[in-house]
């Protein structure tokens, strides 16, 4: 015989009610979860909760998702790499362009020696003279106070009447013959013109005596209270003068010259 178990007949049982439809356009989301470090944990002894640290985010993440400190943390040690890179970077541009100048005004300075060399100096004692090119030089310089034919000069000014003797010790003294650059220098450096007046040097090579001297006077104008100091620096011509050369052959001399450039300079001290 089956047995049934009991089950309520009467009254009638409410009917089960159906869980309500959601409105149209509703939704169910799930939360969105929460970052952040976890909750304490219950300690081994059971009394009390154990500190647990956060994890620290991987340090291959993409700045993006790396933590606020981390980020701040590299940029402040990027940032002075960056600085230094930049401050190497801009010395080496200023070196390279700083090279770059120094070796084109060096080519500019050697171009400009090789077509106007540095004056050779040759020193000549108060009232010497000296050999220079088969000729030998002389200087003389006399203070005056006033010239037949000039105007008076202010009180700070001071006449000079300057004689340069040559005399040619042989042929090749003679051909050299032109005429020499001369100006009087202070040893500060300042330079003052002179101006010719005569000369007594015979234009044609027949007329010049080997062993004769021969002169240029000349004036120049200098501070009074410097008149006693300055010296006359005498530049000898270097060019042969030859009579009836024709001007091919003057220009082919100075081509294969030794010596062109008017590089030799007598300083005669007073």
Do not use: C
């Amino acid at each position: 015989m089956q047995t049934f178990p009991d089950e309520q007949v009467w009254p009638p049982k409410p009917p089960v009610e159906e869980p309500a439809e959601e409105p149209e356009g509703a939704s169910t989301q799930p939360f969105p979860s929460v970052t952040g470090p976890p909750l304490p944990r219950p300690s081994a002894t059971g009394t009390g909760t154990a500190a647990v640290m956060p994890a620290a985010a991987p340090t291959d993440a993409p700045p993006g998702e790396r933590p606020p400190q981390e980020t701040a943390a590299a940029a402040e040690e990027t940032s002075p790499r960056r600085r230094r890179r930049t401050v190497l970077r801009v010395g080496a541009a200023i070196v390279a362009v700083g090279l770059g100048i120094a070796v084109s005004t060096w080519n500019g300075y050697t171009v400009y020696r090789t077509g106007n060399p540095a004056d050779r100096i040759y020193t000549v004692a108060a009232g010497g003279a000296m050999t220079l090119m088969h000729v030998s030089w002389k200087s003389s310089v006399e203070q005056v106070d006033s010239l037949p034919g000039q105007k008076s000069l202010p009180a700070d000014r001071q006449w000079l009447k300057i004689k340069v003797t040559r005399t040619a010790l042989d042929a090749e003294g003679i051909s050299r013959r032109g005429e020499p650059q001369v100006e009087v220098r202070h040893s500060d450096g300042r330079v003052w013109k002179v101006l010719p007046e005569s000369d007594d040097v015979p234009d044609e090579a027949k007329d010049h005596r080997v062993g004769t001297a021969y002169s240029y006077n000349m004036v120049a104008v200098v501070p009074r209270k410097l008149a006693g100091q300055v010296e006359v620096h005498v530049r000898p011509a270097t060019y042969d003068v030859v009579e009836d050369e024709s001007m091919k052959d003057i220009f082919k001399k100075a081509a294969e010259q030794k010596d062109p450039v008017q590089d030799q300079v007598l300083r005669f001290r007073r």
